[in-house]
């Protein structure tokens, strides 16, 4: 009878066990779902900010060209102003 009573408590540990093992593997699995989720939530998210990251760069590069040609046309116009002045200032020594 010792034996059959061991049998059977052995049986219903396994089944209980294994129950909760199961249970353990659900939670496991939904926490790893989870995180799953909220991994491809963070990823969509930094995406998007190096996109905008980006966007804003462009936008940098355009800006920083036009700054250029403008220094360019400037540095143009003073050239022209420094030899007008310069031709008046001749003339106006020689005229002295």
Known sequence: MSKLSNNCFLSIFAVVFLSACDNLTNKVENKLDELENKTM???SLINKEVDRVLTFDSLINGGSDKVKK???LIDKKTSKLDSISNEKLKLFEKNN
């Open 70 to 72: 403008l220094d360019s």
């Open 41 to 43: 939530s963070l990823d």
